[in-house]
């Protein structure tokens, strides 16, 4: 038709007959929000891959062939989009078909996100350690040279004010000071800039009135400047005077090369003239040469003649040489879950990890957090009596059983539950949601087993229910241990949920050190996960993992890289008094 109407002289008649067709072609459609429905509901696993890739790219169509009816439905796809930025940062990613079902889902994702205008890329939902924009930017500074997403960033970021692009392409912009800046940071840093890029998004007007007043003191007109600036030059000073800040000398760091890269771009002085009225002391004292770091700008600045795909990976210095895991991630400072779940339909609390966060408030090192945590828990639990959500009777008895756990566990010293109950928790939750889920008849079977978890025996009975039960379904024996296993690692945070792990009478890291040397025990989905866990019980407890697991002489026996790091890693963290008196020896690394 639009071949047509080009050519005829009635341009009207087509472009009527267009629209007339189009919107008869809408009414025979589903609407969006069915669409979006069915999409939240496919579960976020490899056996799903291609309908959550066709999801996606039918979700896109609707936005861009008719944003009309899309908008009809405010979809938020940033748990969506995490959780896909995150698989791509995996080093131990699905196979490569698979991948590449998951990247196309990933591309679908990144339009949506840009067209959708309940995207809240600010905005940190459920229990995730960064915010959806961070979260891709953490990814971007690892392949700087992909122009699709340092364009969705640019547009984002100029969308909310943050920054801005150079007057003149192919010059290097205030974007590329701060992704110079971040090539090498650690996750203390990458805080920092999520709390700075929030703050410039919720209180623009606050920031905007700061470069005034810098603008006044160095008498000179600051409003070229990006606001993140004034944003970094706040929280750097407060940053300085406050020795409590979590990563601070890391932070001052970070703030000084964003600021000397900063200064980079311009041709002027302004940016150290406004600096160096505020924290000049926080400038000098960090050491940072700007000589030093024009290579570092000019090798993230993207060219008009780069290619659209060039990937030049520059790895994230974590300090763990190359074991490929992470620490657990720590409790925040704020609980905004604790009431953020209010405002939201019970679907989306369950479905966007609202619901996660407030189980894991039980897990709160502060008393406070977790009588909180109880009440809105309970709240929670009556508002699934009224509702017409599908599973609510499961999920009514799961935050029953929680509660009462906590309760009888905690007695009357009000202790915090060990976070392997709370990760169980927001799994099950999960699980209960999808009927079709390998894990479902055994997460309901133990629900009905007893009105509350008995929490030292949690351990053994899910190890004894996998690894010596037969699976409910044919091919789910290893599936089964696996969920196990992700649970154990996520759940090892602290030294009570260790104690756990080490009392349980069916000697847990024995077990699945053991389990690791069977055969038909995938390298990825099993040895990977006992390295992980191993890897967070050291950083917990080192000395008890050493002296009553046995764990050196399994590592010497293991894949001679990943076996010889991890062992270093342990005895690292270990008390090298009481490890040389346990072994009558002097034990070394390697």
């Not at 500074?141 to 007057?167: F, Y």
């Not at 160095?218 to 706040?234: I, K, M, Q, R, S």
């Not at 002489?553 to 008196?581: C, F, M, N, P, T």
């Amino acid at each position: 038709m639009k071949e047509a109407s080009s050519t005829s002289p009635h341009v009207a008649l087509w472009d009527e007959a267009a629209q007339r067709l189009h919107d008869r072609f809408m009414e025979r459609c589903p609407r969006i929000k069915d669409v979006v429905n069915y999409f939240r509901q496919l579960p976020d696993d490899d056996e799903h891959a291609l309908q959550r890739e066709a999801a996606t790219l039918l979700l896109q169509q609707y936005y861009q062939l008719s944003p009309i009816h899309a908008l009809e439905e405010s979809f938020d796809v940033s748990t969506a989009l995490v959780s896909a930025l995150s698989r791509e940062d995996d080093p131990d990613g699905a196979s490569d078909e698979v991948g590449g079902v998951r990247s196309l889902e990933l591309e679908h994702l990144l339009v949506l996100a840009k067209d959708s205008t309940g995207m809240r890329w600010f905005h940190k939902q459920g229990g995730l350690e960064f915010s959806p924009f961070v979260t891709l930017l953490r990814l971007h500074v690892k392949e700087h040279q992909n122009r699709q997403i340092r364009q969705l960033i640019a547009d984002v970021l100029s969308v909310h004010g943050i920054t801005s692009e150079p007057a003149e392409r192919n010059t290097v912009s205030g974007l590329d000071a701060l992704i110079a800046s971040l090539l090498s940071v650690d996750d203390t840093v990458w805080a920092f800039v999520d709390e700075c890029l929030s703050r410039a998004s919720r209180q623009a007007v606050k920031y905007l009135d700061q470069l005034d007043e810098l603008a006044a003191a160095v008498g000179a007109d600051l409003t070229t400047l990006p606001l993140l600036y004034a944003v970094v030059l706040e929280q750097a000073r407060h940053a300085f005077d406050h020795t409590e800040v979590a990563g601070r000398e890391a932070v001052l760091v970070w703030a000084s090369k964003f600021v000397t890269l900063l200064d980079g771009t311009r041709e002027d002085d302004l940016v150290k003239r406004a600096a160096g009225t505020c924290i000049q002391d926080v400038l000098d004292s960090s050491h940072v040469s700007r000589d030093d770091l024009e290579e570092t700008l000019l090798l993230v600045r993207q060219s008009e003649d780069s290619a659209t795909q060039s990937v030049t990976a520059v790895p994230l210095a974590n300090g763990l040489g190359h074991l490929p895991f992470n620490p657990p991630p720590a409790e925040p400072n704020d609980h905004p879950e604790l009431f953020r779940w209010q405002q939201k339909d019970l679907d989306i609390v369950i479905e966007e990890g609202d619901a996660d966060a407030l189980i894991l408030c039980l897990c709160s090192q502060h008393s406070n957090i977790r009588r909180q945590a109880v009440l809105q828990l309970r709240k929670l639990s009556q508002s699934l009596l009224t509702s017409d959500l599908e599973g609510w009777e499961q999920m009514y008895i799961l935050f029953g059983e929680l509660i009462e756990t906590h309760e009888n566990f905690g007695g009357e010293q009000d202790l915090p539950l060990p976070y392997l109950v709370g990760t169980f928790a927001t799994r099950s939750l999960r699980v209960i949601n999808d009927p079709t889920h390998f894990m479902y008849p055994k997460i309901n079977t133990y629900m009905i087993k007893d009105p509350e978890w008995r929490v030292s025996k949690m351990p053994g009975y899910w190890l004894d229910n996998t690894i010596l039960a037969v699976p409910d379904e044919d091919d789910a024996y290893w599936k089964e241990i696996q969920w196990v296993l992700e649970w154990l690692v996520d759940g090892l945070r602290t030294h009570s949920d260790a104690e756990l792990l080490r009392r349980a009478a069916c000697n847990v890291f024995e077990r699945l050190m053991a389990l690791s040397a069977s055969p038909a025990a995938s390298e990825k989905l099993v040895r990977m996960k006992v390295y992980e866990l191993l890897y967070r019980a050291a950083l917990v407890d080192a000395t008890t993992l050493v002296t009553r697991t046995g764990c050196l002489a399994w590592l010497d026996l293991s894949d001679e890289h990943i076996g010889s790091a991890l062992k270093k890693h342990v005895l690292e963290r270990a008390e090298s008094e009481r490890v040389r008196h346990w072994a009558g020896v002097e034990v070394v690394a390697g």
